[in-house]
């Protein structure tokens, strides 16, 4: 869901971490802490005891998210590739477009923080952030 890149690990010192299981294995460990302490006794229940009924509906609400959060970078175009909030909300071009975003979709900035960086859901930032070095990555896979 949350993805590790190489970049990351390089400026760490440390191994990328890959994933030793599915996606689904991911979504069913976000139910547990989802739905575990919920007050619907049905919930908790199925929470504990078989808690895969409800990785359909996790990775459903994912995808939503990420459509919506992708459609709302498209307002910021090139402008927004790669910047962090802080970045934009301190930038007069894109501070007045982030009022609009985060009016119609209140989550953005918290999205936004998990996912500038990572192509699979900020495909802005892939194609348009010039301090990406694409050669250097290449060799080093």
């Not at 971490?17 to 302490?37: C, S």
Request: aromatic content about 12%.
């Amino acid at each position: 869901v949350f993805s590790d890149s190489t970049q990351d690990a390089q400026e760490e010192g440390r191994s990328k971490q890959q994933l030793h299981h599915g996606k689904n294995q991911i979504y069913v460990e976000m139910a547990k802490v989802i739905f575990l302490h919920n007050e619907t006794e049905e919930f908790w229940s199925l929470a504990g005891t078989n808690p895969g009924v409800f990785a359909n509906s996790i990775h459903s609400c994912l995808d939503v998210l990420k459509t919506k959060y992708q459609k709302q970078n498209a307002l910021l175009g090139q402008m927004g590739a790669g910047c962090t909030y802080e970045d934009l909300l301190s930038n007069n071009r894109t501070k007045n477009i982030l009022a609009v975003i985060e009016k119609d979709f209140p989550w953005w900035a918290d999205l936004h923080g998990w996912w500038h960086t990572n192509p699979a859901y900020n495909n802005t930032f892939s194609a348009a952030d010039v301090g990406q070095d694409f050669a250097k990555h290449a060799v080093e896979l």
